[in-house]
C-alpha cells in the first residue's frame, strides 16, 4: 500500500473515532464541556508521548515551526472547546454538522496561505455550505437558543484553521506525533485551572462512557502505527484531498443518530402509560 492510500485509510480511521467520540460526549451528560474536553486531550497526549517515545524521534520542533505549533495549539484549544460545548447544549446531528464545516474553512485557508487552487465546484460548495449552516445556527435576538450554535460554527472555523496549521507543518517536515502532542498537552494546560476550581466529580456511567472515549481515542491515533515515521493523514494529503475524507465520521455519525433516535423511541414506548382495553 502506497503512502497515500495509508493516508487515507489513517484519516477513515480517525473519522470512526471521531464519530463515536462525539456521541459519548453528548451521552456524558451534565459534565462541564472543559472537563469533558481535559479529559479527551489528556488521553492524546498520553498516547502522541508514547508514540514519541517509541519512535526515539524526540521532544523537539524545529524553531522555525514553533509560532505554526502554537497557532495550532490556540486554534484546536479553541475549537474543541466550542465542539464539545456545542455538542453538549445541541442535537448530535446539528453540532456535527456545524463542526464539519472544518473542511471549507480549509479550502478557504489553504487558498489564501499555502496557495493551493480552488475549482468552480468547490467555490460554490463553499456557498452551499455556509447556506446551510445558517438553518441550522437560525440566528436570531434569542442569545440563549443561538450561543450553542454560534459557539459550533465557531468550532468549525478553528478546526479549519488548525487542519490548514497541520498541513503546513506537514510540508516544513515536522513530525505527526510531535505535532499532537504538542497540541493536546497546550489544550490541557489550558483547561486546568478551570479543573483545578470546579471540577465536578464523575458518576459511574460517565466514568464508563469515558473509558469508551480512551477507545475511540486509540483508534484515531493508531494511524500513526500505519504511516511512516514523521507523516499522518493530513501531513500526507493537501487539503483538498483530506476534506473529502473528513465528511466520513458525518457518513458514520449520521447513523449513530438514527441508532440513538431509534433507541430513545424504544424508551419513550417502554414508559409511556398502557391503555386498558
Known amino acids: 500500500m502506497n503512502t497515500k ?16 467520540m462525539n456521541l459519548c460526549v453528548k451521552l456524558s451528560g451534565d ?22 517515545y517509541r519512535s526515539k524521534a524526540g521532544f523537539s520542533c524545529k524553531k522555525e515551526n514553533l509560532p505554526a505549533l502554537i497557532l495550532r495549539a490556540v486554534l484546536g484549544t479553541i475549537g474543541i472547546f466550542c465542539n464539545f460545548y456545542a455538542l453538549s447544549h445541541m442535537v448530535l446531528s446539528d453540532a456535527s454538522m456545524l463542526n464539519k464545516l472544518s473542511p471549507f474553512f480549509t479550502l478557504i485557508f489553504s487558498y489564501i496561505f499555502l496557495k493551493e487552487k480552488l475549482s468552480p465546484f468547490q467555490c460554490i460548495a463553499i456557498v452551499i455550505a455556509f447556506i446551510g449552516s445558517l438553518f441550522i445556527i437560525k440566528p436570531s435576538f ?8 454560534l459557539c459550533g460554527f465557531i468550532g468549525g472555523v478553528c478546526a479549519g484553521g488548525a487542519y490548514t496549521c497541520v498541513r503546513y507543518l506537514g510540508i516544513k517536515g515536522e513530525k505527526g506525533p510531535f505535532i499532537v502532542f504538542f497540541f493536546s498537552a497546550f489544550s490541557c494546560l489550558a483547561a486546568l485551572p478551570y479543573i483545578i476550581f470546579f471540577f465536578e466529580p464523575m458518576t459511574l ?8 472515549r480512551l477507545g475511540c481515542k ?35 455519525g449520521s447513523g449513530c443518530v438514527v441508532l440513538g433516535i431509534l433507541d430513545r423511541r424504544a ?7 398502557h391503555q386498558s382495553l
Do not use: W
Open 5 to 20: 492510500n495509508k493516508a487515507i485509510v489513517c484519516i477513515l480511521i480517525s473519522a470512526f473515532g471521531f464519530s463515536i
Open 31 to 52: 459534565l462541564p464541556s472543559i472537563e469533558k474536553s481535559f479529559f479527551r486531550n489528556l488521553v492524546a497526549a498520553i498516547i502522541a508521548f508514547i508514540l514519541l
Open 142 to 149: 434569542d442569545l440563549t437558543a443561538t450561543f450553542p450554535a
Open 205 to 212: 456511567q460517565q466514568f464508563l462512557i469515558l473509558i469508551h
Open 218 to 252: 486509540f483508534l484515531q491515533y493508531r494511524e500513526q502505527y500505519l504511516m511512516p515515521p514523521g507523516h499522518h493523514g493530513i501531513t500526507v494529503l493537501n487539503c483538498h484531498d483530506t476534506c473529502h475524507f473528513l465528511y466520513g465520521d458525518v457518513r458514520i
Open 267 to 273: 424508551q419513550i414506548a417502554d414508559h409511556a402509560p
